[in-house]
């Protein structure tokens, strides 16, 4: 039935997945960092250097404006690098650009740091909190919560029962020591 609506709840319950090796193709971090969209255009100026920002539109067919809006988006990230060049006929610069490769490792880096922090603050959370569970696995709450429901399922209405938490912490332990030997190990 109604099993919808408690999802930040529902949320907390999910084990986590180990997503590092997604997070190490370099498509989903440059779709990650700055959008999806983006990801043909970096294609675009992979292994090359000092593309005109014509070139790089005609490639990925799309307008100029919108190409420049992607490039600035990139360029918030570190991840492009631009020199620019007086056209002396028009007057007017265009920019070249190139993509900084080096930077991908900074951000799988960060990327990782911040994962971390969420899973260190998660299991902290674990380890203080009494929490309180539905056997039909409609939520999952805390003391408050789970007394401003009358330790009751707000969603089928079963008797709320305290949980052990003992295999959520350990899990968390072990996915924060392997992202604690991922970091170590690429380390430079
Ligand atoms: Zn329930």
Redesign the pocket.
């Known amino acids: 039935m109604k099993k919808s609506r408690p999802k930040k709840a529902k949320a907390i319950k999910k084990t986590p997945k180990p997503k590092t090796k997604a997070a190490s193709n370099i498509d989903e971090i440059i779709a990650e960092v700055a959008g999806a969209d983006v990801v043909p255009l970096v294609k675009a100026l992979r292994n090359k250097a000092n593309l005109s920002e014509f070139k790089l539109a005609d490639s990925i067919k799309k307008e100029i404006n919108l190409t420049r809006n992607m490039l600035y988006r990139l360029y918030d990230n570190n991840l492009v690098s631009f020199t620019r060049k007086k056209d002396k006929k028009k007057g007017w610069y265009i920019y070249y650009w190139t993509f900084n490769q080096k930077r991908i490792k900074d951000i799988v880096k960060d990327l990782r740091k911040k994962k971390l922090e969420r899973l260190e603050e998660r299991l902290a959370r674990e380890k203080t909190t009494q929490f309180y569970a ?6 999952r709450l805390d003391f408050e919560q789970c007394h401003d429901f009358s330790f009751k ?6 008797l709320l029962n305290m949980e052990d938490n003992t295999q959520k912490i350990r899990e968390l332990e072990q996915e924060i020591m392997r992202i604690k030997k991922e970091l170590l190990l690429n380390k430079s």
């Open positions: 539905c056997k039909n696995n409609c939520i399922c707000p969603e089928c209405g079963e």
